[in-house]
Nanobody, 130 residues
Framework: QAKVMESGGGLVQTGGSLRLSCTVS??????????MGWFRQAPGKEREGVAC????????EYGDSVKGRFTISRDNAKNTLYLQMSSLKPEDTAVYYC?????????????????????WGQGTQVTVSS
């Protein structure tokens, strides 16, 4: 049974940085067989695609609202996905989720379709104070 666990969230001031981590275990295939994604959801809003990365870490896609400020990466030896967030803004406040796609590949289209992802973690809260 797949287990996805996010960590690293917290309270940070505007302009600050945080690094989120996501460890994955129990997948049917090895971790590096899967592209991976980060999503976020703020209260009262729909889940939003933040970033995704292909199996090797060589190809990435970002949502327009985080492009240039966030960096997604992965360490396949550690079965871990990362999201380095910089220049944080109050509008980045949300619960951040890591997810494994249902056979989909990392793409801008995939980021706009959370239903293409499964094995969601419980999320980690990021709060950016103004």
């Amino acid at each position: 049974q797949a287990k996805v666990m996010e960590s690293g969230g917290g309270l940070v001031q505007t302009g600050g940085s945080l690094r989120l981590s996501c460890t994955v275990s129990g997948l049917t295939f090895p971790f590096d067989d899967y592209d991976m994604g980060w999503f976020r959801q703020a209260p009262g809003k729909e889940r939003e695609g933040v970033a995704c990365v292909n199996w090797s870490g060589n190809d990435t896609e970002y949502g327009d609202s985080v492009k240039g400020r966030f960096t997604i990466s992965r360490d396949n030896a550690k079965n871990t996905l990362y999201l380095q967030m910089s220049s944080l803004k109050p509008e980045d406040t949300a619960v951040y989720y890591c997810a494994v796609p249902h056979g989909a590949v990392c793409s801008i289209q995939a980021l706009s379709s959370p239903s293409d992802f499964g094995h969601w973690g419980q999320g980690t809260q990021v709060t950016v104070s103004s």
